[in-house]
């Protein structure tokens, strides 16, 4: 079976859902993603392995989905297949080139594309450069591959998405169009970045009663391989609707790709617990829709040390930190560790400013995060990554209201807390866990450079 995890439902959807929800009179008897479990609403691809994850082959059913680490680290130029595609009930209207611009122009499209997206937040490490494909007519209508399941459902096959791909692909050869070698930028043979545009929208910007009829942006793998010539197959590809934005584009690269997951909970209360993970400040959760989706924001900074983005500090001791904002040209990670922390446990500390791609923020300041490699990223009770919010109000890992980040997350922020302990309602211990023995002490932020400082300290007996 394979792992299949979508782009979240957009804010105006949930925005809808949660009027919604008021209007019920349920708010004082359940939150509101227990509401939207009870009327049926989650993300279609929850439970599905291989969806919307990093998996890029089969694979067999494991334990707690553990936060996943990208085995290959990429750099370097990544070459993109787009393939448009329509229907004869459906049929493609926006001109190739406008793909051509929103994913793969340098410093021209408006609100920024995708390429210059993940040139700012790589440090013009990775370059996204590809071409567009289409229209090309389908076999079937576009009712053939949603059976009124948003093409999502794998049991459903032929009546899905992974059809609709592997028609794509087909019709794409049979046009005559090539597949070299340079789409396997991960050298495992296979297309690394087979993007699916289809006419019609996206089911994740719709309200469920008629969400079933469109297909729900994702990443999946195909039921059927396909031969594509040069030792190469077609075998995972990332889906999107014509009228996409950069947001869930580079989202959906961020698994297709780069092997990122979802960071935040895609079945709301299935599993009796609900949280939502790292909200509007991860490209891989809520902040894919940021700026209505046209400047989403950058990955958290634990997923840009995975690909070797940005450097990285690793703090043992006590010293002070003077903190840069990020820019497209420069940027730091610190690092935690300390001998109190388990294995593979420690702080990442990030300088986010309302610039550049993450001009949509809802606040400014620094962000700490915990990291718990051997932890999940369903549940809050032991997260592979956790923002520690500075307001101390749990908004992300305890959702009663639809808060997905604001501007008392960050330090100093609106709460203007200047300072962390290791013990509290926020702290920087884990849970169940040692006292860590690391206070952040006097955290300032200056508006006019915007860069940020703060003393580590490390409890006697514990230097890190």
Same mark, same amino acid.
């Given at each position: 079976?394979?792992?299949?995890?979508?782009?979240?439902?957009?804010?105006?959807?949930?925005?809808?859902?949660?009027?919604?929800?008021?209007?019920?009179?349920?708010?004082?008897?359940?939150?509101?993603?227990?509401?939207?479990?009870?009327?049926?609403?989650?993300?279609?691809?929850?439970?599905?392995?291989?969806?919307?994850?990093?998996?890029?082959?089969?694979?067999?059913?494991?334990?707690?989905?553990?936060?996943?680490?990208?085995?290959?680290?990429?750099?370097?130029?990544?070459?993109?297949?787009?393939?448009?595609?329509?229907?004869?009930?459906?049929?493609?209207?926006?001109?190739?080139?406008?793909?051509?611009?929103?994913?793969?122009?340098?410093?021209?499209?408006?609100?920024?594309?995708?390429?210059?997206?993940?040139?700012?937040?790589?440090?013009?490490?990775?370059?996204?450069?590809?071409?567009?494909?289409?229209?090309?007519?389908?076999?079937?209508?576009?009712?053939?591959?949603?059976?009124?399941?948003?093409?999502?459902?794998?049991?459903?096959?032929?009546?899905?998405a992974q059809r609709m791909a592997e028609d794509a692909v087909n019709a794409a050869l049979q046009k005559g169009i090539g597949f070299g070698q340079?789409?396997?930028?991960?050298?495992?043979?296979?297309?690394?970045?087979?993007?699916?545009?289809?006419?019609?929208?996206?089911?994740?910007?719709?309200?469920?009663?008629?969400?079933?009829?469109?297909?729900?942006s994702h990443k999946w793998n195909l039921k059927n391989s396909v031969d594509v010539g040069n030792g190469l197959s077609a075998t995972i590809y990332?889906?999107?609707?014509?009228?996409?934005?950069?947001?869930?584009?580079?989202?959906?690269? #961020?698994? =297709?790709?780069? !092997?990122?997951?979802?960071?935040? $909970?895609?079945?709301?209360?299935? &599993?009796?617990? %609900?949280? *939502? @993970?790292?909200?509007?400040?991860?490209?891989?959760?809520?902040?894919?829709?940021?700026?209505?989706?046209?400047?989403?924001?950058?990955?958290?900074?634990?997923?840009?040390?995975?690909?070797?983005?940005?450097?990285?500090?690793?703090?043992?001791?006590?010293?002070?930190?003077?903190?840069?904002?990020?820019?497209?040209?420069?940027?730091?990670?610190?690092?935690?560790?300390?001998?109190?922390?388990?294995?593979?446990?420690?702080?990442?500390?990030?300088?986010?400013?309302?610039?550049?791609?993450?001009?949509?923020?809802?606040?400014?300041?620094?962000?700490?995060?915990?990291?718990?490699?051997?932890?999940?990223?369903?549940?809050?009770?032991?997260? #592979?990554? =956790?923002?520690? !919010?500075?307001?101390?109000?749990? $908004?992300?890992?305890?959702?009663? &209201?639809?808060? %997905?980040? *604001? @501007?008392?997350?960050?330090?100093?922020?609106?709460?203007?807390?200047?300072?962390?302990?290791?013990?509290?309602?926020?702290?920087?211990?884990?849970?169940?866990?040692?006292?860590?023995?690391?206070?952040?002490?006097?955290?300032?932020?200056?508006?006019?450079?915007?860069?940020?400082?703060?003393?580590?300290?490390?409890?006697?007996?514990?230097?890190?």
């Amino acid at each position: 079976m394979f792992a299949l995890r979508c782009v979240p439902p957009s804010p105006e959807v949930m925005a809808i859902l949660f009027m919604e929800y008021r209007r019920s009179g349920k708010m004082k008897t359940m939150s509101f993603k227990k509401y939207l479990k009870s009327i049926g609403f989650t993300d279609p691809a929850a439970e599905i392995v291989g969806m919307d994850d990093a998996a890029r082959f089969r694979r067999g059913p494991a334990g707690p989905e553990l936060i996943e680490i990208p085995s290959h680290p990429v750099k370097g130029k990544l070459q993109v297949k787009v393939l448009l595609v329509d229907f004869p009930d459906r049929q493609g209207a926006l001109p190739p080139q406008h793909y051509e611009d929103m994913l793969f122009s340098n410093g021209k499209y408006p609100t920024g594309s995708m390429r210059d997206f993940y040139k700012e937040v790589s440090l013009s490490k990775v370059d996204v450069v590809g071409s567009v494909h289409g229209w090309l007519r389908m076999p079937n209508p576009y009712s053939y591959y949603t059976n009124n399941e948003s093409g999502m459902k794998g049991a459903s096959y032929p009546h899905n998405a992974q059809r609709m791909a592997e028609d794509a692909v087909n019709a794409a050869l049979q046009k005559g169009i090539g597949f070299g070698q340079d789409l396997d930028k991960l050298n495992q043979g296979i297309v690394t970045a087979l993007f699916i545009i289809h006419a019609g929208r996206g089911a994740e910007q719709l309200h469920p009663s008629v969400a079933g009829k469109e297909i729900w942006s994702h990443k999946w793998n195909l039921k059927n391989s396909v031969d594509v010539g040069n030792g190469l197959s077609a075998t995972i590809y990332l889906t999107v609707p014509h009228d996409c934005k950069v947001g869930v584009c580079a989202h959906e690269l #961020g698994h =297709l790709a780069f !092997q990122w997951q979802d960071f935040y $909970d895609p079945n709301y209360d299935d &599993d009796g617990q %609900e949280w *939502d @993970g790292s909200g509007v400040w991860d490209l891989m959760a809520g902040g894919s829709w940021n700026g209505d989706g046209a400047r989403p924001a950058h990955p958290a900074g634990l997923h840009k040390i995975q690909h070797g983005w940005v450097p990285i500090t690793t703090v043992a001791k006590s010293r002070s930190l003077t903190l840069k904002p990020y820019t497209a040209k420069s940027g730091r990670v610190y690092k935690i560790v300390s001998l109190s922390y388990g294995a593979k446990q420690y702080l990442i500390l990030e300088n986010r400013k309302r610039s550049g791609f993450d001009f949509n923020l809802p606040g400014e300041g620094l962000l700490i995060w915990r990291v718990d490699e051997k932890g999940e990223m369903e549940a809050p009770d032991r997260p #592979g990554l =956790l923002l520690i !919010q500075a307001d101390g109000k749990h $908004d992300l890992e305890q959702p009663k &209201d639809w808060n %997905e980040g *604001d @501007g008392g997350d960050p330090f100093p922020g609106k709460a203007r807390r200047k300072m962390l302990k290791d013990t509290g309602s926020i702290s920087t211990s884990f849970p169940n866990g040692k006292r860590s023995g690391v206070t952040l002490e006097n955290i300032v932020l200056d508006q006019a450079s915007g860069k940020i400082t703060l003393d580590v300290k490390f409890a006697a007996g514990n230097p890190g």
